[in-house]
């Protein structure tokens, strides 16, 4: 079946019942999304991601067997540390050099933010055209769109971590079970939403789920099967729909969590909400992970400090300067505000696509393909001119 576009753009879909697919899957350490649960699983059982996870940051693009630049073989090459070995190596310069004469520089002078790769500024436009460019492309737009979805919206504030804490699985324990309470809020008592469904993405995943699991409304329980003997699933109890939020109670979901294997397992939680004030709705996202296994093992091998990403040179910009602030306005010096309004900085990623990436209609080109969406309606404007603004702060820095 083909995939669903609404669940492509805003990261969520809010029909009652779209028979499209919405299996898919994003791997934020290696930039790439799979179609599918088994898709997902075979990708993190890869030599690709594993070698992605012992250097900590995405591999190089799919390279043909030979460098495209010297023409040496590139067979074994799986990470991005041992791409860019290949790069500074002086067999690859020397062959370069003697390819294209003493004009092209001996080492990359850009760098692609889409990528996380270093690149020739002469090659760029060629680089921005190849089926590797285009991939991480789309995986920046889904992850804009499913981090969109993620956002807390309309004065519905949702618990930020949904993860079930490290479950110790002592040896012989053939069922392991764990429970997490998920808390919803409403901010105001001046508008009217209601809870209309809560669901995991797994249970609209038709073709990777067991026949006889019920997803319903007061009960969803979907169990994935990898092989013919693990099984693991993801359940949400809770009366019936819909609830009507109100300011001075909150509304508790409780996530159980059972599973016959050691592992990590994870899904996505869709909470759909019904703004009558607006007459529309709306969806909060929360992925939802466990992690079974040895407790002595997991403190033994997990990483002791975070992984720190060389830092790249940027040009002066006028924050660098020093520039005397004048007094503020009397009229906003003077006002009594009630709250306090909240920061939205600028994304990070966003950031540095920003710095790295030259002003013009390569920028544009690169906004249009990764942050802003791909159709302007009531549900897609909000990220539309949240973009522009950051676009618009981070140039005037």
Known sequence: MP?????????????????????????????????????????????RHKAAERDGRPPPPRLPFACPDCGERLKHVVSATEYEAHLASERHRAAVRERDGSDRPSSPDAHCAVCSLDIFEQDRATHERSAAHTKKERFAAYQVAFSEAE???????????????????PSGRNSIRARKSVEIKLSSTDISIELVRARLTSSISHKSWDPESKCGLTLVRCVPITDNTTRF???????????????????ILVIDFNSESRGRFEDRLELTFNDHSLNRRFAITRNISAIVGSREDYEAIKPIAPYVPKTRKVALRATDLNIELGPKPRALADVNWVVRLLEYRIPPALEQLISTTKRG???????KATWMPRVFSPDTYARFFRTLLHVEEAQLR
């Open 151 to 169: 956002r807390d919206k309309h004065g519905v504030s949702v618990d930020q971590s949904v993860d079930f804490p490290f479950i110790d699985a």
């Open 361 to 367: 209609q390569g920028l544009i080109k690169s906004l």
């Open 233 to 251: 699933s993801f359940t949400i109890t809770r009366t019936l729909f819909p609830i009507r939020l109100r300011a001075t109670q909150s509304v």
């Open 3 to 47: 995939p669903c576009q609404e669940y492509l753009d805003t990261g969520v879909c809010t029909a009652d019942d779209c028979p499209n697919d919405h299996g898919l899957r994003l791997c934020k350490l290696c930039k790439i999304w799979c179609q599918g649960a088994r898709n997902y699983e075979q990708h993190l059982q890869g030599k």
